[in-house]
């Protein structure tokens, strides 16, 4: 196999956004995974996706308007979901399904090619400059700082929010904190592995963790793990096969989840679940 | 205000249409333990809220451990009580143990970016030993029974070191067993801690025989305060439930109210 083309700046390049794009989105997957929030993140993603196209269209820095956009869906669903004014599943539908409209309505009106486009929608982690991996590797250094910064804030908000606020744990505060990390995370994220597929690569390796230890600090450092192998990983395979990398990546990461949910030692009945009776009980 | 550790005058609490407290005013003594007594939606759960600083007064007056509550200093109350409430669905699969959740009462003494040191472990196990848990410290919290996850709650909120102890439904949807176990428990650190405690239950079968004083409420009022023998009669039953009074008595001669 000639693994030549790993000498190349871009494909560095590529490995290096692989890294620090799996290490930020496993991280904040963690959190969408133990507060049950996956379509809030889906959300966030596409809201992400048709921000970038308004700026596409506009004219002015995509990653901006992603951003914005992204943050936007959560300050909207999160207190609706919040305040118990609509189901979760409710806001979270009506918020997705104007973001997805949006996105197609600005990649309509854009002039000329969509090109650019479709690689906001596909991602193309080979083509990442130098200024995207600063920004991925901002973001990721800031997602792992705070976390194990504030690690004992979001773990009580994480397990109950409710509980966490009676303990005087400022709560509510940790948990828009972690959705403006969330999109921060996508928003890097978005041009190497695509408005699209970008939310598997939150979601997967930490759905993968979390079959696989009861103990938090490991399920962070499993799914960083998984998160990074993905990117690895799906690089290859897109390498030897000349076929997208963000859809391997995210394949690989499925592949992972599958293998994961498949020898979970959660799945078997622990022998102390299971008491036997004493003699004489009923 | 002397030993008083909680003075409410005329709260009144509303969650969007319904109002869920009508002009409530209640004073505590240190180390009271006080039962409050109603049926569901009487406004028992939104009373604990006005004193822990998580409910929002429309109007009236609450001091609680000194402070006026006002919407931005219930965060600093809140470290100094303890709240258990009812059984939660905790997922199975949560990777946290036992030791684990109890530590989360210490985290609000702690503050923001202190961490869990030799004294808060040793406080933590300390507690998980009183509540007798300690066999169970390394277990996934998600694999707890509800009488146990209730055990857990008490040590979690004993670890905060409170000075007010409040008490939700800490026994509702459990066995008659595990209820017992928890009314005993509830009562053993109230005598051996002194510690003020409010406990909140819609039935009368698990109102603890240590309380001082009991508060009937109905429909977002206080309408009745008093020693529980004054108080529980089957009079006052029968109207504070709208309950026949003939039910009344069935049910209490068959033990199901006492």
């Given at each position: 196999m000639?693994l ?13 956004s692989a ?5 930020a989105c ?7 995974v ?10 966030m ?17 995509p ?8 943050l ?5 669903v ?12 409710t ?6 399904s104007?973001?997805l ?13 969509k090109?650019?486009a ?24 800031v997602v792992?700082g705070?976390?194990?910064?504030f690690?004992?804030e979001?773990?009580a ?6 509980m966490?606020?009676?303990v005087?744990?400022p709560?509510?505060v ?22 699209l597929?970008i ?13 696989l230890?009861?103990?938090m600090?490991r399920?962070f450092?499993l ?5 990074v ?20 990546i ?7 989840f599958?293998?994961?949910a498949?020898?979970?030692p959660?799945?078997?009945?622990k022998?102390?679940?299971?008491k ?7 | 205000?002397?030993?008083?550790v909680?003075d ?6 509303s ?5 869920a407290?009508r002009?409530v005013s209640l ?25 822990n ?13 000194g402070?006026?509550?006002t919407?931005?200093?219930g965060?600093?109350l ?23 959740v ?7 003494l ?6 869990p ?9 300390e ?21 146990e996850?209730?055990?857990v709650a ?8 409170p ?7 800490p026994?509702?949807?459990l066995?008659w067993?595990a ?11 109230h005598d ?9 239950t ?17 429909a ?8 529980p023998?004054?108080?529980l ?10 309950m ?15």
């Amino acid at each position: 196999m000639d693994l030549s083309i790993f000498e190349y700046q871009f494909m560095q390049n590529a490995i290096l956004s692989a890294f620090l794009g799996g290490i930020a989105c496993a991280t904040v997957g963690v959190f969408v995974v133990l507060m049950h929030m996956p379509f809030i993140g889906v959300c966030m993603a596409h809201a992400a996706f048709a921000g970038a196209l308004l700026g596409l269209w506009l004219g002015f820095n995509p990653l901006i308007g992603a951003f914005a956009l992204s943050l936007l869906s959560a300050a909207i669903v999160g207190p609706l979901a919040d305040r118990g004014e609509l189901s979760p599943e409710t806001s979270v539908g009506v918020i997705f399904s104007l973001m997805l409209g949006l996105a197609f309505l600005f990649m309509g009106l854009m002039p000329g090619t969509k090109s650019g486009a479709l690689e906001l929608l596909w991602g193309s982690i080979l083509t990442n400059t130098r200024g995207d991996i600063i920004f991925l590797g901002i973001v990721a250094v800031v997602v792992v700082g705070l976390v194990f910064i504030f690690y004992k804030e979001i773990q009580a908000t994480i397990f109950h929010r409710d509980m966490a606020l009676s303990v005087g744990i400022p709560a509510t505060v940790i948990l828009y904190g972690i959705l403006f990390l969330t999109g921060a995370t996508i928003t890097a994220s978005l041009r190497s592995i695509g408005g699209l597929l970008i939310f598997s690569l939150i979601l997967n390796p930490a759905a993968a963790a979390y079959q696989l230890t009861y103990s938090m600090k490991r399920m962070f450092l499993l799914s960083a793990a998984f998160g990074v192998f993905s990117g690895w990983m799906g690089l290859l395979m897109s390498y030897l096969f000349n076929i997208p990398s963000g859809a391997t990546i995210v394949v690989t990461s499925s592949v992972i989840f599958l293998i994961a949910a498949i020898f979970s030692p959660k799945r078997k009945v622990k022998g102390w679940q299971v008491k036997p009776l004493a003699g004489g009980e009923l | 205000m002397g030993d008083t550790v909680i003075d409410i005058e005329n709260a009144v609490v509303s969650y969007r249409e319904d109002v869920a407290l009508r002009g409530v005013s209640l004073k505590v003594k240190s180390g009271e333990f006080i039962g409050i007594i109603g049926s569901n939606g009487a406004g028992k759960t939104t009373l604990l809220t006005v004193v822990n600083g998580l409910g929002k007064l429309l109007s009236g007056r609450v001091w609680v451990l000194g402070h006026y509550l006002t919407a931005g200093n219930g965060h600093s109350l809140r470290k100094k009580v303890g709240y258990v409430a009812q059984v939660q669905n905790i997922d199975p699969r949560m990777p946290m143990n036992v030791r684990e959740v109890v530590m989360i009462g210490r985290y609000g003494l702690l503050g923001l970016l202190g961490r869990p040191g030799r004294h808060d472990w040793k406080v933590v196990d300390e507690m998980l030993a009183l509540v007798g848990m300690s066999h169970l410290a390394q277990r996934p919290i998600g694999h707890l029974s509800g009488g146990e996850q209730q055990r857990v709650a008490i040590a979690r909120c004993l670890a905060q070191e409170p000075e007010l102890f409040l008490l939700d439904e800490p026994t509702a949807s459990l066995d008659w067993k595990a209820q017992t176990d928890i009314l005993e428990l509830v009562k053993q650190i109230h005598d051996s801690r002194h510690l003020t405690t409010l406990f909140v239950t819609h039935d009368l079968s698990c109102l603890p025989v240590a309380c001082d004083r009991v508060v009937l409420m109905k429909a977002g009022l206080i309408w009745g305060e008093g020693s529980p023998g004054e108080l529980l009669t089957d009079d006052n039953l029968s109207r504070l439930y709208d309950m026949p009074l003939s039910e009344v008595k069935k049910r209490r001669s068959e033990n199901i109210l006492v």
